[in-house]
């Protein structure tokens, strides 16, 4: 994944660059290395992946909790 596309997934995501560093607990210059060489480790996409779906889950289940609660 070329740091561009990365950039562009944490944005639609909703998640800063600060605020992924924290998520996966590395230092913040190694995301900044990412970008001088123009490309992420392969580990990324995946995760950025199940992230995404993990966050989509989590707003089904809460919709699904509002309405479980009407009935």
């Known amino acids: 994944m070329k740091n561009t596309d990365f950039e562009k997934k944490i944005d639609e995501l909703g998640l800063s660059k600060k605020e992924f560093v924290e998520l996966v607990g590395m230092p913040y210059q190694t995301l900044m290395n990412w970008k001088q060489k123009d490309e992420t480790p392969y580990w990324v996409e ?7 779906k993990g966050k989509n889950l989590d707003e089904i289940l809460t919709i699904i909790k509002k309405y479980s609660e009407i009935i």
């Open 46 to 52: 995946p995760f950025l992946y199940h992230y995404e």
